[in-house]
C-alpha cells in the first residue's frame, strides 16, 4: 500500500530526536511538510509558519502529529479536526482535563481519528509486567524518576511556566505506566512539590497514593529534575505472593527479584507509529486520560515547598 502522508507541526527536540527519524523509517507513513515557527524543514519538504497555511497549500495532507509543548495543543488540535485531519499527538496531551475532554468529543464530532501518545507505554516489559501484577496482586509500588532537566529541556522555558508541567513532563510518563499497569485504581493521598523560588512549575515532587483496596497497598513515588549522574527512570513493585518486579530505563527492562527476565531497545516510538497506522485502518480514535487526571490530582493535592532558584 502506497505510503500516508502525514506533516510534523512543531520541529523542536522530540522532533528530531524521534518523530522525523522513526517517519523516515516508516512503512506506513511519508514525510510531507513541516509547520516550524522557526522555519524547519526535514529532508527538504515544504515548510509553513502555522498549521493554517499548510491546511491551505497542501490540502491533500490528511495526517498531523502536533509536537509541541502542551500548552498550543489543544488550539492546534482542534484547528486540525476542523480541517479535517486525522490527529496524533505528544504528551502530556493538553495542560488541563478540560481541554483534552473537549479534543475528544470534538473529535468524535468531526468523525476524525484522535491519538493520544504516550511513548513510555509501548514497552514489552511493561505489557509483561501489567499480565504478572494482574495475576498476582501489588503489596507496594515505589515510582521513582529523576532526570536532568539540562539534558533533556535544554533551554525550554516553557517548561517552568504555568501549564508547562515542571518535573511532571518527565513524570507523567512514569504516570502513563503506572496506571497502565496497576490492577485497581489510585488516588493521591499526600503530595508535595517543591518549586525554584524564581519558577512557576515544581523541581521536585514527593508523593503518597491510595487504593480502596482491604489489604492497603502501601503506594508512592517521586520526581527529581537535577540528577545528573544519568537517568532513574524506575518503577518497583512487590506482589502478594512476595516477589519484587522492577521495571527499569523507563520499561525497557524488568527484572523479576533482581534477575532481568526482558530487556529491549529503544522501539516506543516506531511502535506508535504502528499503532497510528492501525487506528486509522480502523478509523477508531485512541484517548487515555488516566496520566494526566493522575497528575493534575497531585497538583490538587500539593503543598509547596520553595527551594533555591533553578538557572540554566
Ligand atoms: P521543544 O523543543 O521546546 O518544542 C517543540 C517545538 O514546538 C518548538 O521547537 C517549536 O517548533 C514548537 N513550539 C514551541 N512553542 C510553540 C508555540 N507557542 N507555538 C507554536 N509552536 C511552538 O519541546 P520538546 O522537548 O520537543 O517537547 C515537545 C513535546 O514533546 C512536549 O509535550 C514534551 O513533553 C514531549 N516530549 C519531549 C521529550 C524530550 O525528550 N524533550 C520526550 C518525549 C516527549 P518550531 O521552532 O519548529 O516552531
Redo the contacts with the bound molecule.
Keep these: 500500500m502506497a505510503k500516508q502522508k502525514i506533516a510534523v507541526i512543531?520541529?523542536?527536540?522530540?522532533?528530531q530526536?524521534?518523530h522525523l527519524p522513526v517517519i523516515d523509517a516508516s512503512k506506513d507513513f511519508e514525510l510531507a511538510a513541516?509547520?516550524?515557527?522557526?522555519g524547519?524543514t526535514h529532508n527538504g519538504v515544504p515548510v509553513f509558519k502555522t498549521p493554517g497555511e499548510l491546511y491551505a497549500a497542501m490540502p491533500e495532507i490528511k495526517l498531523v502529529s502536533i509536537?509541541?509543548?502542551?500548552?498550543?495543543r489543544h488550539t492546534y488540535v482542534r484547528e486540525a479536526l476542523a480541517a479535517g485531519k486525522d490527529v496524533m499527538m505528544?504528551?502530556?496531551p493538553t495542560t488541563t482535563i478540560s481541554e483534552l475532554d473537549d479534543l475528544i468529543v470534538h473529535a468524535k464530532q468531526a468523525g476524525r481519528v484522535l491519538y493520544q501518545t504516550w511513548?513510555s507505554q509501548y514497552n514489552a516489559c511493561v505489557d509483561r509486567a501489567k499480565a504478572i501484577l494482574a495475576a498476582d496482586g501489588v503489596k507496594s509500588a515505589r515510582i521513582d524518576w529523576r532526570e536532568s532537566v539540562r539534558k533533556?529541556?535544554p533551554g525550554?522555558d516553557?517548561v517552568w511556566e504555568p501549564g508547562g508541567f515542571g518535573v511532571c513532563?518527565p513524570g507523567i510518563n512514569a504516570f502513563s505506566i503506572f496506571t497502565k499497569v496497576m490492577p485497581f485504581p489510585v488516588f493521591v493521598e499526600s503530595a508535595k512539590l517543591t518549586f525554584p523560588s524564581n519558577r512557576q512549575t515544581p523541581v521536585d515532587v514527593e508523593m503518597v497514593f491510595k487504593s480502596a483496596e482491604a489489604h492497603k497497598p502501601v503506594l508512592s513515588g517521586g520526581f527529581n529534575w537535577l540528577e545528573e549522574s544519568g537517568e532513574i527512570w524506575t518503577i518497583r513493585f512487590e506482589t502478594l505472593k512476595g516477589d519484587v518486579l522492577k521495571l527499569e530505563g523507563g520499561g525497557r527492562t524488568l527484572r523479576i527479584n533482581e534477575e532481568v527476565v526482558l530487556q529491549h531497545g529503544d522501539l516506543e516510538y516506531s511502535a506508535m507509529y504502528d499503532h497510528f497506522a492501525g487506528l486509522l485502518k480502523k478509523h477508531e480514535s485512541d484517548v487515555d486520560a488516566a496520566p494526566l487526571r493522575l497528575m493534575s490530582d497531585v497538583f490538587l493535592m500539593g503543598a509547596r515547598e520553595n527551594g533555591p532558584a533553578f538557572e540554566w
Design positions: 512543531g520541529i523542536g527536540k522530540i522532533s530526536d524521534q513541516t509547520v516550524s515557527t522557526r524547519l509536537c509541541t509543548p502542551p500548552g498550543i505528544e504528551k502530556p511513548h533533556w529541556h525550554q516553557w513532563d
